[in-house]
């Protein structure tokens, strides 16, 4: 019998399992698919990487306004996919290679729940274990109109042999946006539809106003306020009707409307673990209401954030194999979103801090960055600081432009730790950087 075993390998599974191993403990690790979950093998690494790729034909354009000409650019699909391939595979063998050295042992099987201290792989093999921890994360959702089965999701855009001519990219969140700046940044022909008004829904409004913006300047055409009606195929690929009565044709409709918590055939409603409308149900130490029955991450659909799935697994590990009781850290967490121009985020949004009734003061600068006065990119830069008029404490910090992912980072422990706009006024700036911004607001 084990003292552990996870069902799940992505970044939450895997490291519960190796800190539980590096107690002492007996631990095994089932998944179904490959080892390193959504972040590695289909989400925020070859994501990045996909970013990374589409940079170059921004930079390739600024270079001119500081004297180069570059001739003859051409990207190859095939070529990057093969890259990002092989990364991915450097990954996964690393992330099997760690557990082993840990000493957990991997299934590389389907798992379900068989019973309190039971579970099933898909070649019948029974597994007992004292705890079980349910780490299967989540999948996309797709809507409802007629032809979206001719529609891709985000782990589709992964399996593409060839970069389409012309896509659609349905909604407006995190992954909508990110994608629409990969195929945009690639020379693809986007058209973001999305069902509201503002972009990026949840984020600071001068968040979402500069992200639409800077979109829309790169050429992707932003239609909101409509949903699509129904897909059907074409000649020239898919025809898609709007509810604007507009149609479009194009060479895939890409859907990013949210995700799901992974539980189908878990055997989770036999056990009688409790679920809400799909989502795992966990006390504040992570537990279901079955007592050995723990889960975390994407599952739980709490804060949907590798990091943060990483974090949950530190937590459960310390309550249950340390004798440390804790409660996962789920506040004032950083986020970035990898558009162009970037985001990065911490702390509350302006109409948060209104609707709680603080009273505050808005420290903000939208700027043309020093190396756009030469690269003639209209992409602007925002630093803005919401303070907490009675305390001067900072409560949120909002970033958009070139290095915002990066800096937030730096930001945000400045930020956890209870900086106060003193605090940042009194740092010496670094100079010249857009982050001096941050340090001389006023
Ligand atoms: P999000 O919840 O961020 O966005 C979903 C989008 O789809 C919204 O614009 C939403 O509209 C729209 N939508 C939802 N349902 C429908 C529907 N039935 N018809 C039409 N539109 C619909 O989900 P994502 O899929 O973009 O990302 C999932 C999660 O993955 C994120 O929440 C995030 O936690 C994580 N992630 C994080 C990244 C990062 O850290 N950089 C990158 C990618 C993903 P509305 O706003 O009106 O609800």
């Known amino acids: 019998m084990y003292d552990l075993f996870v069902i799940g390998a992505g970044s939450g599974g895997v490291r519960s399992a190796r800190l539980a ?5 007996s631990v095994g690790i089932a998944e179904s698919s490959r080892v390193g979950g959504t972040c590695v093998i289909r989400g925020c690494v070859p994501k990045k990487l996909m970013v990374h790729a589409a940079e170059f034909s921004q930079y390739f354009s600024d270079s001119e306004g500081f004297g180069w000409t570059i001739k003859g ?32 042992e991997i299934y590389e099987n389907f ?18 274990a004292k705890h079980i ?35 659609v990219i349905y909604g407006a969140g995190y992954i909508a946006c990110e994608f629409a700046t990969i195929f945009n940044g ?24 500069l992200v639409k913006q800077g979109l829309q300047e790169k050429g992707i055409k932003v239609i ?58 966990v006390d504040e130490y992570q537990k279901t209401n079955v007592s050995n029955v723990y889960a975390i991450g994407d599952v739980t659909d709490r804060l ?19 004798n440390k009781p804790t409660v996962p850290d789920h506040h004032l967490v950083p986020k970035a979103v990898f558009t162009k121009p970037e985001v990065g985020t911490v702390g509350m949004s302006e109409s948060e801090v209104v609707n709680v009734g603080k009273a505050y003061v808005v420290f903000k600068t939208e700027f043309k960055p020093m190396k756009n006065q030469l690269s003639g990119n209209p992409q602007k830069t925002l630093m803005k600081m919401l303070v907490e008029k009675k305390t001067d404490k900072i409560l949120g910090i909002h970033i958009v432009g070139e290095g915002a992912a990066e800096l937030i980072q730096v930001a945000a422990i400045a930020v956890k730790m209870g900086a106060t706009k003193k605090d940042f006024d009194v740092t010496c700036a670094v100079h010249p950087t857009a982050a001096e911004e941050l340090v001389t607001l006023n």
């Open 133 to 167: 921890l349910l780490a299967t994360g989540g999948k996309p959702k797709k809507p409802e109109f007629p032809g979206v089965q001719f529609t891709k999701s985000s782990d589709d855009i992964f399996m593409m042999s060839s970069l389409p001519e012309k896509v």
């Open 304 to 322: 949907n954030l590798t990091p943060v799935a990483i974090r949950d697994g530190i937590a459960f590990v310390d309550t249950v194999f340390k």
């Open 73 to 104: 650019a051409h990207f190859d699909w095939q070529r990057m996919v093969i890259a990002r391939n092989k990364e991915v595979d450097r990954l996964e063998a690393a992330y099997k290679m760690n557990l082993k050295n840990s000493g957990v």
């Open 186 to 209: 690639l020379g693809v022909d986007v058209t973001l539809v999305y069902r509201g008004e503002n972009l990026l829904r949840g984020f600071d409004y001068d968040i979402q106003r």
């Open 21 to 25: 191993a590096a107690q002492g403990f």
């Open 224 to 281: 909101v306020n409509t949903v699509i009606d129904s897909v059907t195929k074409c000649s020239k690929g898919l025809s898609v009707d709007l509810s604007d009565k507009s149609q479009l044709v194009v060479t895939e409709v890409v859907c990013a409307v949210g995700r799901k918590p992974n539980i189908e055939n878990l055997g989770l409603e036999k056990l009688g673990v409790n679920l809400n409308e799909g989502v795992v149900v």
């Open 111 to 128: 798992a379900k729940l068989r019973g309190m201290n039971e579970v099933e792989l898909d070649n019948q093999k029974v597994i007992k």
